[in-house]
């Protein structure tokens, strides 16, 4: 498989991912979160998708620049793709747990792991190549300005 390959494989898997992801948050937005006192800060629900979208095509490149050293790297690279994998993962579970469960608290506690995962993803990704690293970059910075907003509601509805 070539590098453009992997890079488009690993961009549909996320956007994929995030697609299934919204199908939880989708209802949840029209019926549940209009109810939740939410702080002065909390963005219009039109900026999620954009932002999102933005954010899984840039971890699918890093992934993919990642992919690409498979054969040079073998070992390091396995490595950094099992973290960005769970990152991945907890990505999606934080959307079941705070829409599909409405659960604030649990997905508060679960953010906090998906940020570590998501920074030793970033770690592990600009050992192996350092534009793959910075292109995970506006993704830890939106989890924890989502981690803060996570926080300031469950805060303000408990």
């Given at each position: 498989m070539n590098k453009i390959t992997r890079i488009l494989a690993v961009v549909v898997t996320c956007l994929a991912i995030g697609y299934f992801s919204g199908i939880v948050t989708r209802?949840?937005?029209?019926?549940w979160y209009p109810t939740l006192?939410?702080?002065?800060?909390?963005?219009?629900?039109?900026?999620?998708?954009?932002?999102?979208?933005?954010?899984?095509?840039?971890?699918?490149?890093?992934?993919?620049?990642?992919?690409?050293?498979?054969?040079?790297?073998?070992?390091?690279?396995?490595?950094?793709?099992?973290?960005?994998?769970?990152?991945?993962?907890?990505?999606?579970?934080?959307?079941y747990l705070f829409f599909g469960l409405h659960n604030p608290m649990l997905?508060?506690?679960?953010?906090?792991?998906?940020?570590l995962m998501i920074f030793e993803t970033y770690v592990q990704f600009a050992k192996i190549n350092k534009i793959a690293g910075y292109l995970f970059l506006p993704y830890l910075a939106w989890v924890s300005f989502a981690a803060v907003l996570n926080g300031s509601i469950w805060w303000l509805n408990r």
């Open positions: 209802s949840a937005i029209t019926t006192i939410k702080p002065s800060f909390n963005p219009p629900n039109w900026i999620f998708a954009p932002v999102w979208s933005m954010l899984y095509v840039m971890m699918g490149v890093a992934a993919g620049l990642v992919w690409d050293r498979i054969e040079t790297e073998k070992e390091v690279v396995k490595k950094a793709l099992v973290f960005f994998a769970i990152q991945l993962a907890l990505n999606a579970l934080w959307s997905a508060g506690l679960e953010i906090i792991v998906l940020w």
